[in-house]
């Protein structure tokens, strides 16, 4: 037994049961001793818990830091055993405190204290005694015992949870939500890879190569294409989103290490807490145990007792001071530990916090892992079905393409047979080509020759068309010169001065008026015969042609025509309209709009006659129009309508007259006449107030001439038509005028008078023509003379107030009539007498020479034919031929004319 004072200071608090054991005074060996200083340097070594429970818990500590404490749960978990274990032995350790303190409190007490312990001491020989000495503190030693078995069993469990959970995640859990975010990334970003390794290039090709307007998947390809950048534009933002949490992380990391730290040292604390505690509890047991330890060492050691008495002077006042530091360190202890649960909450939400938000990117992980296994799913069904469809459209163009492979076999086939039979042909055919090439090669020379001799006979064909076309053309000049000669022998046989008569229809006034007699009759069988009853008197008259009041403009022009046709061949031709004034002269020349008379029905048929004679000849159609007013001229178709004009001989001394300034309108159209007519309408009605009344007072005159060129032959002609509307023939004495009228009156009788002694004195063959007797036949001389042909149209009214109106005018017809008659008779009497078929001379003359005037004989010459015109009138219905077997002599007729002038003005 070694007795020492100790120089340490021993934590009463923390080692209850040594100081108990002190206070008892046991005597400890020196083993015993070494074992209990064994841990002299560090305070709490003594009184720690015991060493497995102790590492175990460091391990723990120092995992959890490090590992930055994933199973934060579990250690808080320890971290409440700890301190309810703590709470558990906190009324032990005071409990112990309290029965060291009552042992301190008295000398007394303290020296019984240590009499029992020497007691207990000296029954330590004795097991009863032993027993009763230590049965407290094995009591209370067992109970330590138990907890602190309790507690390691509960440590080993932590432990193993702890190692498990390790096992399991391997990390904490914001590594492992890290780690799973960083392979879920690498999936996500492989997943995009092979789609757009996949998607991208298969699908765009695919689109591409049923890019056509006809393929029916053409619009499913779009769709999913469309679906595809959608998911891609998707994935992106999740790409985004998961770049963006990566980014978070590492702003989070310092946070958790910092929260870490904080867990750390509060484990640390509690670590502490928990060591002083495990100390505070372990001690006494170990202390325990080893006392057990050595008192069995002892007592099984032969007894050597040595009995030492030692005062143990203990000072109350370090106890109580050493107690009061303990309980303010408890108490400060106790703040930590509210500290640290308070921060271990604060933890635990922002840990709860962090899971939360792990969760919630999860589940947006786990939506958008759904939606891109749906999308994909989609698609590898779209991309199924397309390829399906692919396969199937393959497969019909495979069809298709058999088929018509097929059908092109079969032609393949039977072009070969068709080759095969062709081959004879086509050796047949090379034959020939070889047979025509040789032909071909001498060709040119067949060709020259072919040419020289079809040159040779187109020369000699020209030459035969050329001489035959010489002899056609002289028969076709004899045929024109036999022509005209003999349209000449017929006119001049019907006379060259025709008379017609028309008699106009009766109007609404005269049948309205009280004489209402009809005294003209006609002929139902000759048409050439008129009647009229004048003062009991039935007088006939035979002219040419009788045209009833019911005889059309057409019926008329179509006597007419013969005349102007004539003029086309280079006849001069001269119509008149003659008659009192109102009897038709007008309408006869002129018309009516829709009906038009003589004057442009002539050049309506000038026109078709020109154009059918086009090929060989070339006309020209110019048109004048003159006014004759008191013996004046005046040009109808000058810019100024009062311009007159003046008739001259031409200066060349070809004896032709000719009017300066008179205007010839050149016509082609129809259009060209109707402009004529309009403007000569205008300019006749400007001079005048009354148009009917200065229509009835001066001769308008429309002369038309017609120049025609033969294209083959070269010949010329030159033809003119004088269309003439003359003034109204009535008498003076009837009319009763004066002044301007008799002045009018006077001025017409004489153009008539002259008009009449001219045709006289032609049909005479008079060595003088009175020409210049009046504009009116000066002005119509080179229509009058030579082979002219005239036609005098007497106009007659069937009022029974004009009768003797109308029978001057008839008788005035008539005597003209007969007066060419004469002449024309005694001309064919003459051809009869000296018919030489031959070569007649005044034949000869009329068709190779121009046309000469005969001599007119003298005005002076007229005599009465009264009688003749007696006769003629009073020849009911006899024939033409006998009519003119019973004209009288020229002299005759001259003198009837003048006598029936003169007694007409008489009367
Ligand atoms: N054949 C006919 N058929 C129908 N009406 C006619 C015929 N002849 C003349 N007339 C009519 O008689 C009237 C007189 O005719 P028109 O003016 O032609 O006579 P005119 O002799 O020319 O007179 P003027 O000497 O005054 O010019 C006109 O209204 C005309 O329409």
């Not at 004072?5 to 206070?23: A, I």
């Not at 008191?630 to 004009?645: D, F, P």
């Not at 000469?852 to 009073?874: D, N, Q």
Request: charged share 25%; hydrophobic share 30%; aromatic share 4%.
């Amino acid at each position: 037994m070694v007795m020492f004072s100790t120089r340490k200071t021993w934590d009463l608090d923390c080692s209850p049961c040594f100081q108990e054991l002190w206070q008892k005074n046991v005597s400890l060996d020196t083993s015993s001793v070494k074992f209990l200083m064994s841990d002299s340097d560090d305070d709490g070594s003594f009184m720690s818990l015991p060493t497995a429970a102790s590492l175990q818990r460091q391990s723990l500590t120092s995992e959890l830091s490090n590992k930055n404490t994933s199973n934060q749960q579990h250690l808080i978990q320890f971290c409440r055993d700890s301190e309810a274990l703590a709470h558990c032995l906190l009324p032990q350790q005071q409990s112990v405190q309290q029965r060291l303190c009552e042992q301190g409190l008295g000398e007394d007490e303290r020296v019984s204290g240590v009499e029992e312990e020497q007691q207990l001491i000296a029954q330590t020989n004795g097991e009863r005694s032993y027993s009763k000495l230590v049965s407290p503190d094995e009591k209370l030693t067992t109970r330590l015992r138990a907890k602190v078995e309790e507690l390691e069993v509960k440590l080993l469990d932590r432990t193993r949870e702890v190692e498990r959970l390790r096992s399991e995640l391997g990390a904490t859990d914001l590594e492992k939500q890290l780690e799973l975010l960083v392979v879920e990334n690498e999936q996500l970003k492989q997943q995009l890879k092979s789609w757009r390794c996949l998607e991208p290039h298969n699908i765009d090709a695919a689109a591409k190569t049923c890019n056509c307007s006809h393929c029916p998947y053409s619009q499913d390809a779009e769709k999913m294409r469309r679906e595809l950048l959608h998911s891609k534009s998707q994935s992106q933002q999740r790409e985004r989103s998961l770049a963006d949490l990566e980014q978070d992380m590492p702003r989070k990391s310092p946070r958790v290490d910092s929260l870490m730290w904080q867990l750390h040292d509060s484990t640390h604390q509690q670590e502490d807490y928990g060591q002083w505690q495990g100390e505070a509890e372990h001690k006494p047991t170990l202390r325990s145990k080893q006392c057990e330890q050595e008192l069995a060492r002892q007592g099984a050691a032969p007894p050597r007792v040595e009995f030492v008495t030692q005062t143990v002077k203990a000072d109350p006042t370090d106890s109580h001071r050493a107690l009061a530091e303990v309980q303010t360190k408890n108490v400060a202890l106790q703040e930590q530990v509210s500290g640290q649960r308070q921060l271990l909450r604060e933890l635990q939400t922002q840990l709860h916090e962090s899971q939360r938000n792990c969760a919630q990117l999860r589940t947006q992980i786990l939506v958008y892992e759904e939606e891109l296994q749906r999308a994909q799913g989609q698609l590898e069904v779209e991309m199924q079905n397309l390829e399906e469809e692919k396969n199937k459209v393959i497969e019909e163009a495979f069809m298709r393409a058999e088929s018509q492979m097929k059908a092109v076999h079969e032609n393949l086939a039977g072009v070969r047979i068709n080759l095969m039979s062709l081959q004879p042909a086509l050796r047949t055919l090379t034959c020939d080509y070889n047979s025509l090439k040789r032909q071909v090669q001498h060709f040119p020379y067949m060709l020259d020759k072919a040419i020289t001799e079809a040159k040779h006979e187109i020369c000699q064909v020209i030459s035969e068309v050329s001489s035959t076309n010489q002899e056609l053309l002289l028969k076709y000049k004899k045929e024109m010169n036999l022509r005209k000669k003999c349209h000449n022998e017929l006119v001049r046989l019907k006379g060259n001065i025709r008379v017609f008569c028309r008699v106009r229809p009766i109007s609404q006034d005269e049948k309205d008026a009280a004489d209402a007699r009809i005294l003209l009759s006609f002929d139902s069988d000759d048409d050439s015969i008129l009647y009229l009853s004048s003062k009991g008197k039935v007088m006939t008259f035979e002219l040419d042609k009788v045209f009833p009041p019911q005889a059309t403009q057409e019926e008329v022009f179509k006597e007419v025509q013969s005349l102007v046709t004539s003029c086309i061949d280079g006849y001069n031709v001269c119509i008149f309209a003659y008659g009192q004034t109102g009897s038709g002269k007008t309408y006869t020349m002129e018309g009516e709009t829709d009906n038009p008379g003589i004057n442009q029905r002539a050049l309506h048929l000038l026109f078709s006659e020109v154009r059918e004679k086009a090929p060989d000849w070339n006309y020209k159609i110019k048109v004048s129009m003159v006014e004759i007013y008191n013996e004046t001229l005046r040009n109808l178709l000058s810019e100024s309508s009062s311009a007159k004009l003046d008739i001259r001989m031409k200066p060349d001394g070809s004896g032709q007259l000719y009017v300066p300034e008179l205007t010839e309108f050149p016509v082609q159209s129809l259009v060209d006449i109707k402009q004529v007519f309009e403007l000569g309408r205008m300019n006749r009605a400007t001079a005048c107030t009354n148009l009917n009344e200065h229509s009835s007072r001066s001769h308008a005159l429309l002369i038309i001439t017609v120049c025609g060129l033969n294209i083959t032959t070269g010949d010329r002609t030159q033809g003119k038509l004088n269309l003439v509307d003359l003034a109204g023939s009535e008498r003076i004495s009837k009319s009763g005028a004066e002044g301007t009228r008799l002045r009018e009156a006077q001025c017409i009788n004489k153009s008539l008078a002259a008009l009449g002694d001219v045709i006289n004195a032609l049909r005479s063959k008079h060595p003088h023509v009175p020409f210049r007797n009046s504009r009116l036949t000066y002005l119509l001389q080179d229509s009058l003379s030579g082979d002219s042909k005239t036609l005098m149209m007497v106009q007659v009214s069937p009022s029974p107030s004009n009768t003797s109106e109308s029978l001057c005018s008839l008788k005035f017809a008539q005597r003209v009539r007969s007066l060419e008659l004469s002449s024309a008779s005694a001309a064919s009497r003459k051809h009869e007498n000296l018919s030489t078929p031959s070569s007649p001379t005044h034949d000869h003359t009329e068709v190779d020479s121009p046309p000469v005037t005969p001599i007119p004989l003298p005005i002076s010459r007229a005599s009465s034919a009264g009688t003749t015109l007696s006769s003629t009138s009073r020849t009911s219905s006899g024939s033409r031929r006998r009519s003119q077997s019973q004209v009288p002599t020229d002299i005759h007729i001259d003198k009837a004319f003048s006598l029936l002038r003169d007694g007409e003005q008489d009367n």
